[in-house]
C-alpha cells in the first residue's frame, strides 16, 4: 500500500498510526539527552516541521504512554537512549489557536492547561497541605472561568502541576510547549 504524504499532520501519533510517509527524525531526542540542558528552545523556519517533532518528544518521553510500536522502525531504538522512552511525566501544551483577541488568547491557554489538568487529575487526589490545596482549588477556579479574560487567575498554573507531577511520581518533568510565540506574534492583541 502507498504511503500518504502528511498534509495538513501535525501530530506524531496520527502520522506513525495512520501510516502516513515520514523521515525519520527520532535522534533528535538523542541530541537532546546528550545535551542534558535545563531549557532547549527549537527555532526553524515555518514549515520545518517543529510541531510534528515536539510532539514526537512528548510521545517518546510520556509515562502514561506506551510508545514501543510507535518507535520500533526508528534509528533511536538502537541506541542507549531508548531506555528513557517512557520514563517521565510529560506536559504537552500548544499554543497554536492562541490568536486574534485577548479573550482567544486567554481561553486557548486556559483550555490548554486544563486538558493537561484532566490528564493528570489522580496527582491532586494525593495528600495536599492546607496551602496547595487552597493554591490548587484557586488555580481550577481560575481554570474553569475561561471566558474572563484573564489570565492573572492562573499565573502558577503550570508550576504548580509540575510541582504535583514531580511530587507525586518522584521524578522531573518534561514540559514541551508548541507555538508559544504565537500569542504575541498578532499585533492586535494586548494583555493589558
Known amino acids: 500500500m502507498r504511503k500518504a504524504i502528511p498534509l495538513g499532520v501535525v501530530d506524531y501519533e496520527t502520522l506513525k498510526n495512520l501510516n502516513y510517509y515520514f ?64 520514563q517521565y ?37 494525593q495528600k495536599m497541605t492546607v496551602f496547595e490545596q487552597n493554591e490548587y482549588e484557586s488555580l481550577v477556579q481560575g481554570l474553569m472561568t475561561k471566558n474572563d479574560g484573564l489570565l492573572d487567575n492562573i499565573t502558577d498554573a503550570l508550576s504548580f502541576l509540575m510541582e504535583r507531577l514531580e511530587k507525586y511520581y518522584h521524578k522531573k518533568v518534561m514540559v514541551f510547549i508548541d507555538e508559544y510565540d504565537t500569542p504575541f506574534i498578532n499585533k492586535s492583541f494586548r494583555l493589558s
Do not use: C
Open 89 to 125: 511525566p510529560t506536559i504537552f501544551i500548544s499554543f497554536a489557536n492562541a490568536k486574534n483577541d485577548k479573550w482567544n488568547v486567554v481561553k486557548e491557554i486556559k483550555l490548554q492547561l486544563r486538558k493537561e489538568y484532566d490528564r493528570y487529575a489522580h496527582v491532586f487526589e
Open 23 to 86: 523521515i525519520d527524525k527520532s535522534m533528535m531526542i538523542s541530541d537532546f539527552l546528550m545535551r542534558k540542558s535545563t531549557v532547549t528552545l527549537i527555532t526553524r523556519p515555518r514549515r520545518f516541521g517543529k510541531t510534528i517533532n515536539i510532539s514526537m518528544m512528548a510521545s517518546f518521553f510520556d509515562m502514561t504512554k506506551d510508545s514501543k510500536e510507535l518507535f520500533k522502525d526508528t534509528k533511536i531504538v538502537e541506541t542507549e537512549y531508548i531506555s528513557e522512552m517512557n
